[in-house]
């Protein structure tokens, strides 16, 4: 008998379509994704790909990014929920008054925003090449970043900057407990601590490694140690487990209880195989951007592809 995940992979193939997946989707997803990856790598491969339709496993952010970079291709988001809270943590009505304010800086943007505010932005970076694209600016230039105070606040250390920061957070990565984390650390001292720079500055202050989805990915696979505590989504821990299969990986505990007692990103677990296969069945959930709205958010997003 046929699986859901069969059909999907025939319907995909039926109507050349191509799965895209972040590595914070649910495992049954990243099993059938023609191409698993990190914000950096998806938007990569969204831009390259001469499918006639791409299916974003991902959220909105990501979704969009992909049909300003390939706007010929047909991009389907299969959740209507699949927001971000960092995304939100940034209105553009008050993002243009803060830039307003501040008219003499340059504005670098995370990838994890809306069209309207990758428009606005000189530059636009991933967590994979943020630290790039900020020392290729040179440092005489005053510089607004955005959203993500953590990771503004990591970058302005380790690029010796004094960046202006938006007041933004992802609540995924703000949630781990420092107390538990500690407690975890000390029944488990052979373990090393490897954390998203959009995890709280205590938690970065406390990490043996520090990078982005897939710098955390290669590290557990080059490195000599045999046990790791993970600061990010727990989803990426599935690959983790393939490629390092006799190391142990212990995803950080967070504040509050949920089924899993480790952070999940609810809005990318809104993604199921239902709603998947509904969306590329009925072609449904396609994402549009205003083509002028596009046009400018082009700009700052080329420029960071690019420069890699
Ligand atoms: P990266 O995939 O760039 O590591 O970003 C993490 C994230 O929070 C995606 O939403
Ligand atoms: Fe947004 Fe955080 Fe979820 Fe990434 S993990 S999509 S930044 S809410």
């Not at 959009?198 to 406390?206: A, C, M, Q, T, Y």
Request: with cysteine.
């Amino acid at each position: 008998m046929q699986t859901l995940q069969d059909r999907i992979r025939h319907t995909l193939e039926q109507k050349n379509a191509i799965l895209l997946a972040h590595y914070y989707q649910r495992k049954e997803i990243q099993e059938i994704a023609h191409f698993l990856g990190d914000s950096l790598e998806l938007a990569r491969k969204a831009q390259q790909t001469k499918h006639d339709i791409i299916v974003f496993a991902g959220v909105k952010f990501m979704a969009e990014t992909a049909k300003i970079l390939n706007p010929d291709r047909k991009v389907l988001l299969p959740s209507l929920e699949a927001g971000c809270s960092l995304a939100d943590s940034c209105p553009p009505d008050e993002f243009a008054k803060f830039k307003e304010q501040n008219p003499d800086h340059l504005v670098v943007s995370y990838v994890n925003t809306s069209s309207e505010i990758k428009a606005m932005s000189d530059y636009i970076c991933t967590s994979s090449n943020a630290q790039k694209v900020i020392e290729s600016i040179p440092n005489t230039r005053p510089i607004i970043f955005a959203p993500d105070k953590n990771l503004g606040h990591y970058l302005n250390k380790v690029t010796n900057r004094n960046m202006l920061l938006w007041d933004g957070v992802c609540t995924v990565h703000e949630a781990f407990s420092m107390e538990k984390m500690t407690n975890l650390k000390l029944a488990n001292m052979d373990a090393k601590i490897i954390a998203h720079p959009e995890s709280d500055p205590v938690v970065l202050d406390i990490a043996d490694f520090i990078g982005s989805t897939s710098a955390l990915l290669n590290y557990v696979i080059n490195d000599s140690s045999e046990k790791y505590i993970i600061a990010t989504e727990v989803g990426i821990l599935n690959k983790m487990r393939l490629m390092a299969p006799n190391k142990k990986f212990i995803p950080a505990p967070i504040n509050e209880n949920n089924t899993c007692a480790c952070s999940e990103c609810a809005f990318m677990k809104t993604i199921t195989l239902e709603n998947l296969y509904t969306s590329i069945v009925e072609e449904k959930h396609e994402i549009i951007v205003e083509p002028e709205l596009a046009r400018k958010a082009l700009i700052p997003l080329q420029n960071m592809i690019n420069m890699n």
